[in-house]
T-cell receptor
Framework: SQTIHQWPATLVQPVGSPLSLECTVE??????LYWYRQAAGRGLQLLFY??????ISSEVPQNLSASRPQDRQFILSSKKLLLSDSGFYLC?????????????FGPGTRLTVT | AQSVTQLGSHVSVSEGALVLLRCNYS??????LFWYVQYPNQGLQLLLK??????LVKGINGFEAEFKKSETSFHLTKPSAHMSDAAEYFC?????????FGKGTLLTVNP
């Protein structure tokens, strides 16, 4: 069966520091991968998605970036964090099987920028 | 572009009462629709999905949703609420590779 991992689970970082969040998927090949952010009371915001290695689409201009160095690895990064980057970051995957290709979510990373 | 609107950011019910969470969609093509549940500090879990195979869709934990094209709705229901149903619920519509989510409805279950 497929599983998705995210780490770390929680992170407290000072403003201006770098960021690296990692997501890996097991049990499937060539998944679509997604990064979302949930700010308090603001629903889910799609940040990036990837349909293959090295292929990244950005949904929202910001100081975050994403990379996909391996088929089942998706990394979210920042060179300098802002206070507004605080939130709950969720990684998700989907595969093109059937008409719906629903997304499956990881456990999330709670980021607090101080 | 496809979108969904969830009516009511907060719904409160008594334990054992009917749960009704509302979702309306906007789509120029037949939509693929989803309901997800999120418990505090956890990721989203898929409850059910509509793929045009049947208008009444049954999901996990006793939830079901009915697709009504004439009303552009996909409301989520459960006949009898349990305390464990307290969570945030998100409706979503598929658009190409992506899902567009509603703003969520927080369900509170009172003893």
């Amino acid at each position: 069966s497929q599983t998705i991992h995210q780490w770390p689970a929680t992170l407290v970082q000072p403003v201006g520091s770098p960021l690296s969040l990692e997501c890996t998927v097991e049990g499937t090949s060539n998944p679509n991968l997604y990064w979302y952010r949930q700010a308090a009371g603001r629903g889910l915001q799609l940040l990036f998605y990837s349909v293959g290695i090295g292929q990244i689409s950005s949904e929202v201009p910001q100081n975050l970036s994403a990379s996909r160095p391996q088929d089942r690895q998706f990394i979210l990064s920042s060179k300098k964090l802002l206070l507004s980057d605080s939130g709950f970051y969720l990684c998700a995957w989907s595969v093109l099987l059937g008409p719906a290709y629903e997304q499956y979510f990881g456990p999330g990373t709670r980021l607090t920028v101080t | 572009a496809q979108s969904v609107t969830q009516l009511g950011s907060h719904v409160s019910v008594s334990e054992g009462a009917l749960v009704l969470l509302r979702c309306n969609y906007s789509s120029s093509v037949p939509p693929y629709l989803f309901w997800y549940v999120q418990y505090p500090n956890q990721g989203l879990q898929l409850l059910l999905k509509y793929t045009s195979a049947a208008t009444l869709v049954k999901g996990i934990n006793g939830f079901e949703a009915e697709f009504k094209k004439s009303e552009t709705s996909f409301h989520l229901t459960k006949p009898s609420a349990h305390m464990s149903d307290a969570a945030e619920y998100f409706c979503a519509v598929r658009s190409n590779y992506k899902l567009t989510f509603g703003k969520g409805t927080l369900l509170t279950v009172n003893p």
